[in-house]
């Protein structure tokens, strides 16, 4: 049943929970003032569920292309439709209660509790007390804060990864079909950082949110993305693809001066041990489970100096092995299936 607002108007995204499609269409943003645009004629659809990261270096425009989704930023020209409704149709304040927003600077209220800041939009929606209390400490839970130690603090009383979770959560209260995500986990220190991520990609894998991820680090968009659009000056897409589609065959310069050093075990990363034919079973030698990679799988190699790490599948049963050579000839074969 659709959601009412304080107001009494129907929004016409509140019905939706699951992922939805976003599409831009010829978005141009020029600033008042500017001669030139900061983003020119930006097309792209992202599909139901996807998580699209956009990666581009300071001042590409970014952040401009993803607040026109929420109208934080009101495009110059050029159409946006998330669901098939024209968003530039939909009355700003509430099509920002239907869309997740997630920034760096995490934006927390400092004088509400953690409670009230997760719970912030479901009250201007006028959910009721009993289901926003219920809603604050379902998803404390889902963010691995526990709502009897954090939900009565304030947000000061938090370390930086602790107050970027409550980020994570407050934009999910309302549970919003899509999320925008601005350098959300940029400010934590690299193993907060890697933390957040693998939690966030665990609830993704969940709540299948239809989510535009902005970021700077190449390495996080691999980590994260189903899809990486790879962003020059004025959000010119350079390529637009999923991360082993991009580490193996960039389109550009650019986009290979994106990728850095490593590229060969960036794509090991993204592919299974699983994802193509096993040697023998080993006996007494390293294994790597199942559900690791092949850069799982050469580490523990190149650390051993086994000629074969074995595969295990559940209750440790062996289900074949690798050696170096099969490693390699997996990074040549054509489609590698993202971990997911
Ligand atoms: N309010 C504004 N008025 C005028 N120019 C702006 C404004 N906001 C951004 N710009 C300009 O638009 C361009 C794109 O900025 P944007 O913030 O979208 O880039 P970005 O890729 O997100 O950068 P960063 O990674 O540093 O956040 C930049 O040249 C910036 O200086």
């Keep these: 049943?659709?959601?009412?607002?304080?107001?009494g108007t129907t929004s016409v995204l509140a019905d939706q929970?699951?992922?939805?499609?976003?599409?831009?269409?010829?978005?141009?943003?020029?600033?008042?003032?500017?001669?030139?645009?900061?983003?020119?004629?930006?097309?792209?659809?992202?599909?139901?569920?996807?998580?699209?990261?956009?990666?581009?270096?300071?001042?590409?425009?970014?952040?401009?292309?993803?607040?026109?989704?929420?109208?934080?930023?009101?495009?110059?020209?050029?159409?946006?439709?998330?669901?098939?409704?024209?968003?530039?149709?939909?009355?700003?304040n509430q099509l920002r209660r239907h869309i997740g927003y997630v920034i760096q600077q995490i934006g927390l209220f400092p004088h509400l509790t953690i409670a009230e800041n997760v719970g912030a939009v479901p009250r201007l929606l006028g959910w009721p007390k009993a289901r926003i209390a219920d809603r604050v400490e379902e998803l404390l839970t889902t963010v691995q804060l526990d709502p009897g130690t954090f939900a009565h603090r304030y947000p000061k009383q938090l370390s930086g990864g602790q107050q970027q979770r409550v980020g994570v959560a407050r934009a999910l209260a309302a549970d919003p079909p899509v999320m925008l995500m601005d350098e959300p986990f940029g400010a934590t220190d690299p193993i907060t950082r890697e933390k957040l991520q693998a939690e966030f990609l665990r609830l993704q894998s969940d709540i299948g949110k239809t989510i535009i991820f902005v970021t700077h680090d190449f390495d996080e968009a691999i980590r994260l993305g189903d899809r990486i659009a790879v962003l020059s000056d004025r959000s010119h897409i350079e390529q637009f693809d999923t991360p082993a589609a991009i580490l193996a065959a960039p389109a550009n310069d650019y986009v290979r001066s994106f990728i850095g050093q490593g590229s060969a075990l960036k794509r090991l990363?993204?592919?299974?041990?699983?994802?193509?034919?096993?040697g023998p079973t080993t006996s007494g030698g390293p294994t790597v489970d199942e559900a690791a990679t092949l850069r799982d799988a050469l580490d523990l190699l190149v650390l051993t100096g086994a000629e074969r790490v074995g595969v295990t599948g559940a209750g440790g049963r062996p289900l074949g092995s690798l050696s170096h050579a099969d490693i390699s000839a997996r990074l040549d074969g054509a489609a590698h299936r993202p971990v997911g």
């Design 1 to 7: 049943m659709p959601d009412t607002t304080a107001s």
């Design 269 to 278: 990363a993204l592919i299974p041990v699983t994802a193509g034919p096993l």
């Design 17 to 92: 929970h699951a992922g939805v499609s976003i599409e831009l269409d010829g978005i141009t943003k020029t600033y008042p003032g500017q001669g030139r645009s900061a983003v020119e004629d930006f097309s792209m659809r992202v599909e139901p569920g996807e998580l699209v990261m956009f990666v581009g270096p300071s001042g590409c425009g970014k952040t401009t292309t993803m607040k026109m989704v929420n109208r934080i930023i009101e495009p110059t020209s050029g159409s946006i439709r998330i669901d098939d409704k024209d968003v530039l149709s939909i009355d700003p």
